[in-house]
Structure formats: structure tokens, C-alpha cells
């Protein structure tokens, strides 16, 4: 399996699933993960829109790094697909936020609503919030004819977006 292969099955399992489990930790290094809807365009940058208040919002706001795993559960044993992230977190404000609920907006509105400014600010409930992946690696099957070694393990990729 070539690198481009690699980037392209990157690419594949971002674009076929829309939960992404985000590791956090907490400003004494407790860990904790949880699932959120998220959208990217670019492989790169990850948004999520959540309460300040639930648990990896507070995490992230105390501890901005961040891990990532997108994946398709929905497959038999031995089949699974996977891409892990590391990267740093933050809530988006002023112009940020407007570039971001642009993306948000138009990718959640696929999947029938569309969030707007008013629906992440003050007087609102939730927040925009932003990962920037700093690496990808995908996982290679132990068993995966072309690159398999017996021993499940991850490669590194870059899954630019294809124009």
C-alpha cells in the first residue's frame, strides 16, 4: 500500500463517519473521552459544537492537547478502519468563530440543520469549538495483505484535502 493509498483511506474513513471520539484531559491529567458530531473540510481542522460546561469543554479549556480517534464501529471484528489524531483544542471566537460556524453550518445543514452565530454565542447554551490535528496516522491490520505484519499498528499520513 503506497502513501497515497494511505492518505486516500485517511481521507475515506474522515469522510464516511461523523463521530469522533476526543481525548481530553483535565488540568490534573485525568483523562476523559466522549463522542461529538463534528465537521472538516480539510482533514486538518475538526468542529464540534458542545457546552461550555460539559466535561471536555472545561478540559479543554484547562488543558488545550488533545487526542482524536474517527472510526466506523458499525463493522464486523477484524474489519475495523481507523484514524488517530493528536492536535491542540480551543472554543473560537470573533473572526475564527465566523469562519468556523461558516464550515459547521453549511457541512451540518447536510445533515438537516444548519447552526449559526446565534446559535453558539451568548444568550446560547453552546459553544464552536476547534481541533487542529498535528498528526494523522491510519491503522494497518495485522493481517492487511500489502502491509499487514501479524500486529495491528498505525502509519502516518497526510490527508490533505483533494482539489
Known sequence: MTNERLDELAREVIDSNRY???GTADADGHP???PVWFASEDYRHFHWVSSP??????????????????FDSTVPVG???????????????DTELER?????GRLSEEEGRRWGLD???QPSLFRLYRAVASEHYVLIRGGEPELGSG????EPVTPTAQG
Open 20 to 22: 469522533m471520539t476526543l
Open 32 to 34: 476523559w473521552v466522549t
Open 53 to 70: 460546561d460539559a466535561r471536555h469543554s472545561r478540559n479543554v479549556a484547562a488543558r488545550p492537547e488533545v487526542a482524536i480517534t474517527i
Open 79 to 93: 474489519g475495523a478502519q481507523a484514524v488517530y489524531m493528536s492536535g491542540r483544542a480551543e472554543e473560537l471566537t
Open 100 to 104: 468556523g460556524i461558516e464550515v459547521f
Open 119 to 121: 446559535d453558539v454565542q
Open 151 to 154: 500486529v495491528d499498528r498505525r
